[in-house]
């Protein structure tokens, strides 16, 4: 059984920054598309951002430029590196594991339990 773990959520002021974390266990991780997603209230889980097994990394448009996915498979951890943030950014980000990258949220497999993100104007 995968699990998946998401810690480093947190209230920041706007312009802030944090770095979410997700531990992964259970199966092979290195082998895993890994990404984060984010559901704010009354809106669609978004595609934040996601690293392959290969570490290429991929950005959703109002990321790009601000977030950096990270992984280290040695410790099966994946980074989310968040810098700018804006009151926007505000959302309960998850944490996701597939065998390829999607940029949609449907396809992945195990999903952490989210960790909450806010940002004060």
């Known amino acids: 059984q995968v699990r998946l773990v998401e810690s480093g959520g947190g209230l920041v002021q706007a312009g802030g920054s944090l770095t979410l974390s997700c531990a992964g266990s259970?199966?092979?991780?290195?082998?895993?598309?890994m990404a984060w997603l984010r559901q704010a209230p009354g809106k669609e889980r978004e595609f934040v951002a996601a690293i392959g097994s290969t570490y290429r990394t991929y950005y959703g448009d109002s990321v790009k430029g601000r977030f950096a996915v990270s992984r280290d498979n040695a410790k099966n951890i994946v980074y989310l590196q968040m810098i700018s943030l804006k009151p926007e950014d505000t959302a309960v980000y998850y944490c996701a594991s597939n065998p390829v990258v999607s940029l949609a949220s449907g396809v992945y497999d195990y999903w952490g339990q989210g960790t909450q993100v806010t940002v004060s104007s």
């Open positions: 259970g199966r092979i991780f290195s082998g895993d598309a």
